[in-house]
């Protein structure tokens, strides 16, 4: 789900945990946001389930299908019904979760809500019967056949559900959700592809510095220059004179990483190259 190296940022960064630890502030964050997103749904009015999200394509409803969908087949549901493309992938990209949505576009919302609980259940209860403690291991059931071990599985569900309970609440006017344990672990497994962004989207001459700060729920603060090999890295120390700054809030920076909006239509602040800064931000849509 996303790409590139590490970044410096501030506040508990779930990559300094011990192996084990680190599961289990995964499973943590992930049970954390599907309960939010449950609670969100089963208050939402009916009206508000046809509404447009920022998932391109997607109403409230389809989103709904597609947690249901990812969650049940984690639980061990059986979904030789629904055809899905086949082919070698390393993410799940639009072509494949498509069907799953599609497959569910007569249910009611209360059916929907009804499968998406289910599933997080009896999840939720495998995990308390048996945690998952190899972080590198196979886990039994993962979506489209990818090759992720627990670690990779278990960040993107936090990712995925995460991302994707912003998506509601902007879509139906709830705001919530931003100091969350999901919060923490989408916001900066986001960040870990600034590097990537920079060097290799944005590709600028070698020598150009650029920072980030994010400032709010999760901040993180990140000084990047490009060597001339065209890869980023981060700056150690003091960033230099004249670094190019983009300054915004945890929200606006998922927004952006999430490929919701683009830099024209949130609130950003540059300080040095506009033009350098606006590029970068467009182009840190990290989420297929």
Same mark, same amino acid.
């Given at each position: ?7 410096h ?34 208050d939402?009015?009916s ?32 979904a030789?019904?629904v ?16 069907p ?5 576009r ?14 997080v ?15 590198g ?15 990779t599985l ?13 998506d509601?609440r ?11 344990p ?19 989207r ?12 994010? $400032? ?8 990047? #220059?490009?060597? @001339?090999? /065209? *890869?980023? !890295?981060?700056? +150690? ?6 670094? $190019? ?8 920076? #998922?927004v952006? @990483?999430a /490929? *919701?909006? !683009?830099?024209? +239509? ?13 590029r970068?931000?467009? #182009? ?5």
């Amino acid at each position: 789900m996303t790409r590139g190296g590490a970044v410096h940022a501030g506040g508990a960064d779930p990559r300094t945990l011990r192996s084990v630890d680190l599961l289990s502030t995964y499973v943590t964050a992930w049970r954390d946001t599907a309960d939010r997103v449950l609670a969100l749904l089963r208050d939402l009015p009916s009206n508000a389930w046809d509404r447009c999200t920022d998932c391109p394509g997607w109403r409230v409803r389809d989103i709904v299908a597609h947690l249901a969908d990812i969650e049940s087949q984690l639980a061990g549901a059986d979904a030789a019904a629904v055809v899905r493309a086949a082919g070698d992938r390393r993410e799940l990209t639009p072509d494949w979760t498509g069907p799953g949505v599609a497959a569910r576009r007569e249910a009611t919302p209360a059916e929907l809500v009804a499968e998406l609980a289910e599933a997080v259940d009896r999840r939720a209860t495998a995990f308390e019967q048996h945690p998952p403690d190899d972080p590198g291991g196979r886990p039994p059931v993962v979506p489209g056949g990818l090759g992720w071990d627990w670690v990779t599985l278990l960040r993107n569900r936090v990712v995925d559900l995460w991302v994707h309970e912003q998506d509601i609440r902007r879509a139906v006017g709830s705001p919530g959700g931003v100091s969350s344990p999901g919060a923490e672990v989408a916001v900066r497994t986001l960040a870990a592809a600034l590097p990537y962004v920079l060097g290799k989207r944005v590709a600028p001459p070698a020598g150009t510095v650029l920072g980030i700060d994010v $400032t709010g729920s999760v901040p993180l603060r990140a000084v990047l #220059a490009v060597g @001339a090999d /065209g *890869r980023a !890295r981060p700056v +150690d120390g003091d960033p230099p004179e004249g670094c $190019t700054w983009l300054r915004t809030d945890t929200e606006t920076f #998922a927004v952006l @990483a999430a /490929g *919701r909006r !683009r830099a024209a +239509d949130v609130a950003v602040d540059v300080t040095g190259d506009h033009a350098l800064a606006l590029r970068f931000a467009d #182009a840190l849509a990290v989420t297929p």
